[in-house]
Antibody, heavy 123, light 108 residues
Framework: QVQLQESGPGLVKPSETVSLTCTVS???????????WSWIRQPPGRGLEWIGF???????IYNPSLESRVTMSIDTSKSHFSLRLNSVTAADTAVYYC??????????????WGQGILVTVSS | EIVMTQSPATLSVSPGERATLSCRAS??????LAWYQQSPGQAPRLLIY???TRAASVPARFSGGGSGTDFTLTINSLQSEDFAVYYC??????????FGQGTRVEIK
């Protein structure tokens, strides 16, 4: 079984940087290694937006709409990966989800999701 | 960017009846399409991938079809727990992966 848990601040001021971490719990044979790991967000009452993914080796692909403000990283020794979004505005207020993608295959669905963390941008 | 368009926005169905949801891609995505179910206050849950393959533990009343640009999700004999929002997502082409805007299935 695979479990993902997001953590980070629930409230961030405009123009600041929000940093979120997703901790992965899995059986040894299903570890963080060899998978693609994504972040997705959902503004209140709205649909889903894919932010990007990080491969276990550290390579990343971002949504062009957010690319200038996003950085993702991964620490396989700690079984977690992270999202940094800088220069936030109220439009970045959303529930942020982490999710697992494919095994050595970027062209795969998001099979496991964390429960999500609400990040509110407000002064 | 591939645009995913779902219809209808809201579907009113009585328990026990069938619901058919549609998803259209702005260009061919082969069969690289997934469907997710999101219940209120919950994270999305993968239902269907590869356009027609049920994910683990998904009941057989859920079925997916289509390829190229037009896809459907059918839910037979709707149960109370099936009333939720459903999203399609293409993972054929990035960046970015894209989702449809969702279809809400509500109790008639």
């Amino acid at each position: 079984q695979v479990q993902l848990q997001e953590s980070g601040p629930g409230l961030v001021k405009p123009s600041e940087t929000v940093s979120l971490t997703c901790t992965v719990s899995a059986d040894h044979d299903d570890s963080i290694t060899n998978y693609y790991w994504s972040w997705i967000r959902q503004p209140p009452g709205r649909g889903l937006e894919w932010i990007g993914f990080v491969f276990y080796k550290g390579s990343t692909i971002y949504n062009p709409s957010l690319e200038s403000r996003v950085t993702m990283s991964i620490d396989t020794s700690k079984s977690h990966f992270s999202l940094r979004l800088n220069s936030v505005t109220a439009a970045d207020t959303a529930v942020y989800y982490c999710a697992r993608g494919g095994y050595l295959d970027w062209r795969s669905p998001l099979s496991y999701w964390g429960q999500g963390i609400l990040v509110t941008v407000s002064s | 960017e591939i645009v995913m368009t779902q219809s209808p926005a809201t579907l009113s169905v009585s328990p026990g009846e069938r619901a058919t949801l549609s998803c259209r891609a702005s260009q061919s995505i082969s069969s690289n399409l997934a469907w997710y179910q999101q219940s209120p206050g919950q994270a999305p849950r993968l239902l269907i991938y590869g356009a027609s393959t049920r994910a683990a533990s998904v009941p057989a009343r859920f079925s997916g079809g289509g390829s190229g640009t037009d896809f459907t999700l059918t839910i037979n004999s709707l149960q109370s727990e099936d009333f939720a929002v459903y999203y399609c997502q293409q993972y054929n082409d990035w960046p970015p992966w894209t989702f449809g805007q969702g279809t809400r299935v509500e109790i008639k």
